[in-house]
Nanobody
Framework: QVHVVESGGGSVQAGGSLRLSCRAS????????MGWYRQAPGKQRELVAT???????NYADSVKSRFTISRDNILNTVYLHMNSLKPEDTAVYYC???????????????WGQGTQVTVSS
């Protein structure tokens, strides 16, 4: 089995900071890209940031210069450092990890259960 578990959400005032963590565990042979996505009420899920196993990053325009994604390949963990948070950042944040499971012949995208981030004005 493979598990992807997020942590670190919460409530913060505008201008504040939060750090999200997401760890993949289980029978993992290799973790490829990892990323964060978010879904606000009444809206579609959208990409926030992604990072390859080599450290190449990609950000949504709305979070560039405010959010930083990083990862620890030993721990199979990805982080999202969020600064200068705005009310429009309020959403459920989901982690996605592209994983080759032990014994499998191709990768599968695994999603976490989501963690709520609420930014008040």
């Amino acid at each position: 089995q493979v598990h992807v578990v997020e942590s670190g959400g919460g409530s913060v005032q505008a201008g504040g900071s939060l750090r999200l963590s997401c760890r993949a565990s289980g029978f993992i042979l290799r973790v490829y890209d990892m990323g964060w996505y978010r879904q606000a009420p009444g809206k579609q899920r959208e990409l926030v940031a992604t990072i390859t196993s080599g450290g190449n990053t990609n950000y949504a325009d709305s979070v560039k210069s405010r959010f930083t994604i990083s990862r620890d390949n030993i721990l199979n963990t990805v982080y999202l450092h969020m600064n200068s948070l705005k009310p429009e950042d309020t959403a459920v944040y989901y982690c996605k990890a592209r994983i080759l499971k032990t014994g499998a012949d191709r990768w599968i995208d695994y999603w976490g259960q989501g963690t709520q981030v609420t930014v008040s004005s």
